[in-house]
């Protein structure tokens, strides 16, 4: 029946399919149809399934008009319309317990690796250059690591950075007595004054945009090493840059970039910002294709907590879904 089909926008892990289609869904796989082909078919649909391929915007949900849910597979919302589309009725599932183990281990990754210069020292041992002095590390043991977002991907990070020895402050707006053995809950101020290492895991929102910018520098008692592999825009690369160039941003593991869109490559087909072109040749700067939370296992969780959110909605309310087997 139309009423128990399922779009698929962009492609997954086939497992969301198969867990989907057990409960008694119809799935199209139109993952290939252009953003005018979704609009014309998108009404015979109850569920649509994305990534960040196409928006869900007024205009796409409007057309949508036996929309029941939106599961995006992974954390971030940003295109989609959430507010009007909760105004609609419709159910909103994405999975971020999905690749927050993979955000947590990328993040250490990136961070020792630029701490203890390995991506400078690999390419010098492999051109002949045995140099030792210069390629001397500094330790993470000790120093004050300050989360902004503590959520699913802050407190990974901050589990795993329970081995290194550090002093993990968490701040985070929305939440209250969110201290636990792995982070220390505190204020935005108490990181200004305290933090050596600074990590954004916060949504792309209004309010997120271009948090990181030259009065959020300044504010930072201590030189930093920064981190984001929440999204590109939370960090303004200019102000980065500046601060790269004055010393008081030790280094920068860098996932998202402001640059990026839905299609992320399309930042290398345009003229590249002068601020882009200082970060790819600093030696100071570690960069990655958002890849943070792309792993091989993370892949498949993503579906997994998908289909168990969708299937935990039906139990609730069985009759959530008109028509469905």
């Not at 959430?82 to 990136?110: C, T, W």
């Not at 699913?152 to 901050?158: D, I, R, S």
């Not at 329970?162 to 220390?184: Q, R």
């Amino acid at each position: 029946m139309a009423q128990s089909r399922i779009l698929f926008i962009d492609s997954v892990h086939p497992i969301l399919k198969n867990e989907l289609e057990s409960m008694g869904f119809e799935c199209h796989w139109h993952v290939d149809h252009s953003q005018e082909q979704i609009q014309a078919e998108i009404a015979d649909y109850v569920g649509v399934v994305i990534r960040s391929k196409f928006p869900m915007n007024r205009e796409m949900i409007d057309r949508a008009k036996q929309l029941r849910f939106i599961a995006r597979s992974g954390a971030g919302m940003e295109n989609i319309d959430v507010e009007y589309a909760r105004e609609k009725g419709i159910h909103l599932f994405n999975s971020p317990e999905g690749n927050r183990d993979a955000v947590g281990e990328q993040a250490v990754g990136m961070l020792l690796s630029l701490m203890q210069n390995l991506r400078q020292a690999d390419q010098q041992v492999r051109q002949g250059i045995w140099d030792r002095e210069g390629n001397r590390g500094i330790e993470l043991m000790g120093r004050h690591v300050g989360l902004i977002g503590y959520g699913n991907m802050g407190q990974a990070f901050a589990r795993r950075l329970s081995g290194f020895g550090v002093k993990t402050l968490a701040y985070d707006k929305y939440k209250k007595e969110y201290s636990d053995s792995f982070a220390t809950e505190a204020t935005l101020n108490e990181l200004f004054v305290k933090a050596e290492v600074i990590s954004f895991h916060v949504p792309q929102t209004d309010e997120t945009i271009y948090y990181l910018d030259d009065d959020f520098v300044s504010s930072m008692e201590n030189p930093f090493f920064l981190i984001n592999t929440a999204r590109g825009k939370v960090v303004q690369t200019d102000a980065l840059v500046r601060g790269l160039q004055s010393g008081k941003i030790l280094g920068a593991c860098l996932d998202v970039l402001e640059y990026e869109s839905s299609s992320f490559g399309d930042i290398f087909q345009l003229e590249m910002p002068d601020a882009m072109k200082y970060l790819i040749e600093s030696d100071r700067v570690i960069l990655s294709p958002h890849v943070a939370g792309w792993t091989v296992e993370s892949y498949e969780k993503l579906s997994t907590f998908l289909a168990e959110k969708v299937r935990n909605a039906i139990k609730e309310d069985p009759d959530w879904i008109p028509g469905l087997a």
